[in-house]
Nanobody, 119 residues
Framework: QVQLVESGGGVVQAGGSLRLSCAAS????????MGWYRQAPGKQRELVAT???????NYQDSVRGRFTISKDNAKNTVYLQMNSLKLEDAAVYYC?????????????WGQGTQVTVSS
């Protein structure tokens, strides 16, 4: 099992910045990558950014150039630096870790952290 604990959410004005953190514990050595998803009210959960063990990153088009995902292996922590925040970035942000199996994938989720963007 993998446990994920997010922190860093809050209220920020449009154009501002926030940094989210996700600390992982448990069977970390089995993880293939981590990422951030978000879910706004009435919408489906969507991928924001991912980072693999090798450091390869992937971003949703709407956040590319504004958000940066990074990891500190020594701290088992993944970060999401969010700059130039827009009203539409407001959502609950969830940390995700995944482990690939032969034919399936195990996903682990944090409890979520709220990001509110005010005008």
């Amino acid at each position: 099992q993998v446990q994920l604990v997010e922190s860093g959410g809050g209220v920020v004005q449009a154009g501002g910045s926030l940094r989210l953190s996700c600390a992982a514990s448990g069977s970390i050595s089995s993880i293939n990558g981590m990422g951030w998803y978000r879910q706004a009210p009435g919408k489906q959960r969507e991928l924001v950014a991912t980072i693999t063990n090798s450091g390869s990153t992937n971003y949703q088009d709407s956040v590319r150039g504004r958000f940066t995902i990074s990891k500190d292996n020594a701290k088992n922590t993944v970060y999401l630096q969010m700059n130039s925040l827009k009203l539409e970035d407001a959502a609950v942000y969830y940390c995700n870790a995944w482990r690939m199996r032969s034919y399936t994938r195990d996903d682990y989720w944090g409890q979520g952290t709220q990001v509110t963007v005010s005008s």
